[in-house]
């Protein structure tokens, strides 16, 4: 390993991955939940999409129609003046999003090692409404009793939301309601009640006035949520400087809740570090990371779909030492190692 990354890095490739249906092809498998689920390591990837075939000059889009729910592709004409085809990942309309160039799904991966990886052959969850129209991505699972909570973001036109899915095999899924409106993403629960109440961490992103940090909030039933408090923000001319929000699902330690959360600078350059959270009010911090645990700085993290990334969405316990798996370059899966002490020392 070098700095915490296993030597088999990307663990889970686009070669990896069957298309959803023969006309798409596969551009990323990134961005994966993580369970523990029997003697199984489970990811729940985010598969990205988009057509194999467009005619030249134009940009294809997939996307769910609205109304009847069945899956689209426009062509837009690259000579169109209302639209702006800079960022590979979207087409912008005065400086906004306008569309999605891919759509993602979410697909399980299975191991028994925790290294090697046999990827589904079909999604495990798709996008179905008109919440889901551009696709769905980046989930969080927590595993609490029998069953598994999966929160993920919910793109459409509308904007980015977070809903809830839950599962008790990684089979068979049933979509729960939209947990927290436009803008929001980056929701990760607790996996344990505090003081009988659900917690979770979660990302607003305001408009007029603020910046897309970190808030945690409390829940009585995990489908309302109330008690909504900042926890923390932006450091300016820090690796965390430009952009953060949570990362992987919270792990109790003795220290605390550890939670390990991503940051941009202001060349959109995504590291991750670490914040250690009260144990009985998660809502305290106690210590943050001053430089960060992994940049992206192999070659599979510094080039791909969209180069410069390192993300994590879920992580697992192992006594002392922590497996992150993170998406890297917005492209593959990767598995970073690191002890709590190499954690606690970027403090």
Request: glycine share 10%.
């Given at each position: 390993?070098t700095?915490?990354?296993?030597a088999?890095?990307?663990?889970?490739?686009?070669?990896?991955?069957?298309?959803?249906?023969?006309?798409?092809?596969?551009?990323?498998?990134?961005?994966?939940g993580?369970a523990?689920?029997?003697?199984?390591?489970?990811?729940l990837?985010?598969?990205a999409?988009?057509?194999?075939?467009?005619?030249?000059?134009?940009?294809?889009?997939?996307?769910?129609?609205?109304?009847d729910?069945?899956?689209?592709?426009q062509?837009?004409?690259?000579?169109?003046?209302r639209?702006?085809?800079?960022?590979?990942?979207v087409?912008?309309q005065?400086?906004?999003?306008?569309?999605?160039?891919?759509?993602?799904?979410?697909?399980?991966a299975?191991?028994k090692?925790?290294?090697?990886?046999?990827?589904?052959?079909?999604p495990?969850?798709?996008?179905?409404?008109?919440?889901?129209?551009?696709?769905?991505?980046?989930?969080?699972?927590?595993?609490?009793?029998?069953?598994?909570?999966?929160?993920?973001?919910?793109?459409?036109?509308k904007?980015v939301a977070?809903?809830?899915?839950?599962?008790?095999?990684?089979v068979?899924?049933?979509?729960?309601?939209?947990?927290?409106?436009?803008?929001?993403?980056?929701?990760?629960?607790?996996?344990?009640?505090?003081?009988?109440?659900?917690?979770?961490?979660?990302?607003?992103?305001?408009?007029?006035?603020?910046?897309?940090e970190?808030?945690?909030?409390?829940?009585?039933?995990?489908?309302?949520?109330?008690n909504?408090?900042?926890?923390?923000?932006?450091?300016?001319?820090s690796?965390?400087?430009?952009?953060?929000?949570?990362?992987?699902?919270?792990?109790?330690?003795?220290?605390?809740?550890?939670?390990?959360?991503?940051?941009?600078?202001?060349?959109?350059?995504?590291?991750?570090?670490?914040?250690?959270?009260?144990?009985?009010?998660?809502?305290?911090?106690?210590?943050?990371?001053?430089?960060?645990?992994?940049?992206?700085?192999?070659?599979?993290?510094?080039?791909?779909?969209?180069?410069?990334?390192?993300?994590?969405?879920?992580?697992?316990?192992?006594?002392?030492?922590?497996?992150?798996?993170?998406?890297?370059?917005?492209?593959?899966?990767?598995?970073?190692?690191?002890?709590?002490?190499?954690i606690?020392?970027?403090?």
């Amino acid at each position: 390993m070098t700095g915490g990354r296993l030597a088999e890095n990307p663990i889970i490739k686009v070669s990896d991955v069957k298309p959803s249906r023969p006309d798409f092809k596969v551009v990323g498998a990134f961005n994966a939940g993580v369970a523990a689920y029997g003697d199984e390591t489970i990811l729940l990837v985010r598969v990205a999409e988009m057509p194999a075939e467009v005619p030249e000059k134009f940009v294809a889009v997939p996307l769910l129609n609205e109304g009847d729910g069945q899956l689209e592709i426009q062509h837009l004409s690259v000579t169109d003046s209302r639209y702006t085809f800079d960022d590979s990942r979207v087409v912008k309309q005065q400086g906004r999003y306008a569309y999605l160039t891919s759509m993602s799904h979410l697909r399980v991966a299975r191991s028994k090692d925790g290294v090697h990886f046999v990827v589904d052959e079909k999604p495990s969850l798709f996008p179905t409404d008109s919440l889901e129209a551009w696709g769905i991505e980046d989930p969080r699972i927590t595993g609490i009793g029998d069953k598994y909570y999966i929160t993920y973001s919910a793109v459409s036109s509308k904007g980015v939301a977070v809903r809830l899915a839950t599962t008790d095999d990684f089979v068979m899924y049933e979509k729960q309601s939209i947990l927290l409106p436009p803008e929001n993403k980056d929701a990760a629960i607790f996996p344990e009640l505090i003081h009988g109440k659900y917690y979770m961490l979660h990302r607003p992103v305001p408009k007029a006035i603020g910046s897309p940090e970190m808030w945690i909030a409390e829940s009585p039933d995990m489908i309302h949520w109330g008690n909504h408090r900042f926890l923390m923000g932006l450091r300016e001319g820090s690796w965390d400087g430009g952009r953060m929000g949570g990362g992987a699902v919270p792990l109790l330690t003795e220290e605390g809740w550890l939670e390990l959360y991503h940051g941009a600078d202001s060349d959109d350059r995504y590291c991750m570090g670490a914040v250690l959270l009260d144990k009985q009010d998660p809502g305290k911090v106690l210590a943050r990371s001053r430089v960060p645990l992994l940049s992206p700085d192999a070659d599979y993290e510094a080039f791909g779909f969209f180069g410069g990334v390192v993300f994590s969405c879920g992580a697992l316990l192992a006594g002392r030492t922590v497996r992150m798996y993170y998406g890297a370059a917005d492209e593959v899966m990767a598995r970073a190692d690191f002890t709590l002490e190499e954690i606690y020392r970027t403090f």
